[in-house]
């Protein structure tokens, strides 16, 4: 609104200057010193006023007076206004810049929300995803926040990644022998583990699908673990239980150590 002011000011002053012709000019296109006030040196991105029949007289809107005083006949009779945009493009660029400010004050909320968000709930992957493309549409440039979302984004996926490699080795672990089993078991992630993949999980920023399968997998744990103090509290052991048990804590392809003590109590082939 300023510079739309002081440009009426300035055109208000050629009108009684009777500048001789006015053309649009794209500044941007001509060299510098083509495009260089004669005067104060500065160079002109908006408009300017130069003489027609002599090569290198121009000057800024600022310095007018000085060029006709440099004119044979002291007026602007054979000088031309040179401008870039007309006072209604002047808004047209004004209503632009304001859908673009509102366009990256909306985008930033909703990237501070998303990172901020509760834990029930945060954003998934994807959700963190979209905000990058948003901003490689509408071209807001935020390089913190930018980096902070790829930064979620990796955290996240790095923990999926080891999430999913556990539950692989789970899916995959058939029963073994003595000696395959011992080696096997030195592979295996351990509770303490289980529960510190939970803790990570509650400080990423946004959700993962992976994250509800360690917790489901705790869960499934906890109440096995329950089943079997209450089985081994028994006056008389059920062989035929501690062998399912112990079969159902080899399927958890996790180091626990009730699956040994099942097998000491039922007398169960190490």
Avoid at 83 to 104: E, I, W
Avoid at 169 to 185: C, F, H, I, M, T
Wanted: proline share 3%; net charge neutral.
């Amino acid at each position: 609104d300023t510079t739309t002011n002081s440009i009426r000011i300035y055109l208000r002053s050629f009108l009684k200057l009777n500048v001789g012709s006015m053309e649009k000019e794209a500044f941007e296109l001509l060299p510098d010193d083509e495009r260089q006030c004669c005067v104060c040196k500065t160079t002109c991105y908006l408009s300017a006023v130069s003489h027609m029949n002599e090569y290198g007289k121009c000057v800024c809107l600022a310095h007018v007076d000085d060029l006709v005083e440099m004119c044979k006949e002291g007026s602007l009779v054979d000088c031309c206004l040179r401008y870039r945009y007309k006072l209604s493009d002047f808004q047209l660029l004004h209503d632009n810049l304001q859908s673009r400010a509102l366009a990256y004050t909306e985008w930033k909320i909703e990237v501070k929300n998303s990172l901020d968000a509760p834990l029930s709930a945060r954003p998934g992957i994807d959700d963190l995803q979209r905000l990058i493309e948003i901003a490689k549409e509408k071209q807001l440039r935020s390089p913190e926040l930018l980096l902070d979302i790829k930064e979620a984004i990796g955290e996240a996926e790095k923990c999926a990644a080891a999430i999913t490699k556990v539950l692989r080795k789970k899916k995959a672990r058939p029963l073994y022998g003595r000696s395959q089993r011992r080696k096997s078991e030195r592979r295996l992630v351990t509770v303490d583990e289980l529960l510190e993949f939970a803790d990570q999980l509650d400080n990423l920023a946004c959700n993962i699908p992976e994250g509800q399968l360690i917790k489901d997998l705790i869960a499934n744990l906890n109440g096995f673990k329950k089943r079997v103090v209450k089985t081994l509290c028994l006056a008389e052991h059920n062989i035929e239980l501690l062998q399912s048990l112990s079969n159902e804590a080899e399927a958890f392809a996790v180091d626990l150590p009730e699956s040994a003590l099942l097998r000491m109590v039922g007398g169960i082939g190490f």
